[in-house]
């Protein structure tokens, strides 16, 4: 019997924190928060707060791997973008139905 060995997934660098990036995907509508998880009792603390998992304990939003994957989502389809000017690192967002506006 074969056994599928799945591939760990491959992440792009990110230039800012995902935390700092967080709010303006929510705002975009690209990234829609997940509710809490069960708790990890092998996670770094009670005091950790995750936002993506509206404020789930356990883990740090930084740390939070199903975000990481949403993000790598955004950039593989090219929602999201990074750019560099001098020192200051900037990201465009790029809406994936432009023919609908907000009402």
């Not at 799945?6 to 967080?22: M, V």
């Not at 593989?76 to 465009?92: E, I, K, N, T």
């Amino acid at each position: 019997m074969d056994k599928k060995v799945k591939k760990k997934r491959e992440f792009d660098p990110l230039p800012i924190l995902p935390s700092r990036l967080l709010p303006e995907l929510i705002a975009s509508k690209l990234i829609t928060p997940m509710p809490p998880k069960p708790a990890n009792p092998q996670a770094p603390g009670p005091n950790a707060r995750c936002e993506y998992h509206i404020g789930g304990i356990r883990h740090w939003t930084n740390d939070c791997y199903h975000l990481r994957h949403r993000i790598q989502d955004l950039l593989d389809h090219q929602l999201l973008s990074f750019y560099l000017r001098g020192r200051d690192v900037y990201y465009a967002l790029k809406n994936p139905c432009p023919s609908l506006q907000d009402e």
